[in-house]
T-cell receptor
Framework: GAVVSQHPSRVICKSGTSVKIECRSL??????MFWYRQFPKKSLMLMAT?????????EQGVEKDKFLINHASLTLSTLTVTSAHPEDSSFYIC???????????FGSGTRLTVV | AQTVTQSQPEMSVQEAETVTLSCTYD???????LFWYKQPPSRQMILVIR??????QNATENRFSVNFQKAAKSFSLKISDSQLGDTAMYFC???????????FGTGTRLQVTL
């Protein structure tokens, strides 16, 4: 149980276009989901906390208009990278919080390449 | 703000041997939780072990155990009988009782060799 599905696993897009990444909790409801960015051989950097039915909470330095987050249901959060540029190329990971301490399940990540 | 420090960027251990990964953290909170996550080459984050700060007993999960020193704000991970499949990045993570978000350390790359 407690599976989080993240799609796509890899995406290549052209500069200036937008790309949407989906994060779904398959067998539990997640009122809170988190979006991370990970650079090569680096740690996970929290970008934002996604709350179902309300606006996301962004970490300092993360552009809200660049990284749009929508959490419209208890099982789905999406991250849209708008007007993507090569510097947005990275590995993006979502996680969903289950009930109880330590109840975090991670998606398998999305490798975004902007060309 | 909470910070998590992993001072060992890379470590190597021979198969069947024991290795300890270090982690220190800084917080003014009294109620918090600590975790070790493993990220193998597939990049899937996998929970290895967790520790509640209010518990004095060190957590253990099969070959994995922690040495939690609350006063020293230290949370090291011991891997016994290392296996090739233990090769991965290991991240120490921290969460307060009030906030939901995890704060990760910079990671330790562990290589298990024959």
């Amino acid at each position: 149980g407690a599976v989080v599905s993240q799609h796509p696993s890899r995406v290549i897009c052209k500069s200036g276009t937008s790309v949407k990444i989906e994060c779904r909790s398959l067998d539990f409801q997640a009122t809170t989901m988190f979006w991370y960015r990970q650079f090569p051989k680096k740690s996970l950097m929290l970008m934002a906390t996604s709350n179902e039915g309300s606006k996301a909470t962004y970490e300092q330095g993360v552009e809200k208009d660049k990284f749009l987050i929508n959490h419209a249901s208890l099982t789905l959060s999406t991250l849209t990278v708008t007007s993507a540029h090569p510097e947005d190329s990275s590995f993006y990971i979502c996680s969903a919080k289950r009930q109880g301490v330590g109840g975090y399940t991670f998606g398998s990540g999305t490798r975004l390449t902007v060309v | 703000a909470q910070t998590v420090t992993q001072s060992q960027p890379e470590m190597s251990v021979q198969e069947a041997e024991t290795v300890t990964l270090s982690c220190t953290y800084d917080t003014s909170e009294n109620n918090y939780y600590l975790f070790w996550y493993k990220q193998p080459p597939s990049r899937q984050m996998i929970l290895v072990i967790r520790q509640e700060a209010y518990k004095q007993q060190n957590a253990t999960e099969n070959r994995f155990s922690v040495n939690f020193q609350k006063a020293a704000k230290s949370f090291s991970l011991k891997i016994s009988d290392s296996q090739l499949g233990d090769t991965a990045m290991y991240f120490c993570a921290f969460m307060t009782g009030t906030a939901s978000k995890l704060t990760f350390g910079t990671g330790t790359r562990l290589q298990v060799t024959l």
